[in-house]
């Protein structure tokens, strides 16, 4: 890490002598926006699941406070992300309570490559602190237990996650695909796998129709990724739906998710279900 960090220094400092170099505080917008159809990411929003009426609440944020611009083709940000997702549930009387929370913090930095005007290579790499919790709602206090006799387990991971692709433009559709690779230096219970594998892709139509002025975005997304305990089990994630607003801008979005593999509540990472959610999404970009 140190040697990469005197190669960027260096990588700087050459670039700053010249008109080419560009530094940013806080720049706009987003370098690497979020993936869409993995649930590790910053999000704000919910996602209903018809099947028992339990929710996924998202609440984070992610933002860019670095820019460096080498040239017109070269653009590298660094950046800070939180966030945290609930397990909201109906139990006993007591509507919306929140059984399980996973909380992330940490940082990225983020690379463009731009190859022409329709095409660029991407690249992220973040270290992320994963931390999950059972809370109030899964506690039934009268009998002074946890529901099902499952009590909190110390689940943690510390990773890095290193992600690579490439995002093209052709006829008003826009698409991006990556591949994954993340390590975790830290798991809690021992029993996970420390390397994680994965890809994705997502493709959106950008000229549906415009509402009031701002576009109508069609979109499908899909993500899987390989981890597991003993042995490694894929995990699918799908998405499609519409978002209003530019789509590398603010807006809200409205979609369907079909998920199954292991359970995303990581106090249950153990279990593995199919989900079908419909939700909605608002983005601060």
Do not use: C
Not at 139 to 150: A, E, L, P, R, V
Not at 153 to 160: L, S
Not at 244 to 273: A, C, D, H, V
């Amino acid at each position: 890490m140190k040697k990469l960090l005197v190669l960027f220094i260096l990588f700087v400092s050459s670039y700053a002598q010249s008109n080419s170099f560009r530094f940013d505080f806080i720049p706009d917008g987003m370098n690497f926006q979020p993936l869409r159809a993995n649930f590790q990411e910053a999000h704000m929003g919910i996602l209903y699941y018809p099947s028992n009426a339990n929710l996924k609440v998202d609440i984070g944020n992610s933002i860019d406070l670095l820019g460096f611009h080498f040239g017109d083709d070269i653009y590298i940000t660094v950046g800070a992300e939180f966030m945290a997702y609930g397990l909201a549930t109906s139990f006993a009387g007591n509507r919306l309570q929140i059984d399980a929370l996973d909380g992330f913090f940490g940082g990225n930095a983020s690379l463009t490559i731009k190859q022409s005007k329709t095409s660029n290579l991407i690249g992220r790499f973040r270290i992320i602190h994963n931390s999950a919790h059972l809370v109030d709602g899964s506690y039934i206090k009268d009998k002074k237990m946890w529901k099902n006799n499952y009590e909190p387990i110390p689940y943690t991971e510390d990773f890095g996650e290193l992600i690579l692709g490439h995002e093209f433009s052709a006829n008003e559709i826009l698409t991006r695909y990556y591949g994954l690779v993340s390590y975790s230096t830290l798991v809690r219970p021992s029993d996970l796998k420390k390397w994680v594998f994965g890809f994705g892709f997502e493709s959106a139509y950008t000229k549906l129709f415009s509402l009031f002025d701002k576009d109508a975005n069609l979109f499908a997304a899909y993500h899987f990724n390989l981890d597991g305990t003993n042995e490694y089990e894929g995990n699918n994630s799908i998405k499609v739906g519409i978002k209003f607003g530019e789509w590398k801008n603010k807006g809200i979005t409205f979609y369907l998710n079909y998920y199954s593999g292991r359970n995303p509540f990581s106090e249950f990472y153990f279990q593995r279900n199919n989900k079908f959610g419909i939700g909605f999404l608002f983005e601060f970009i």
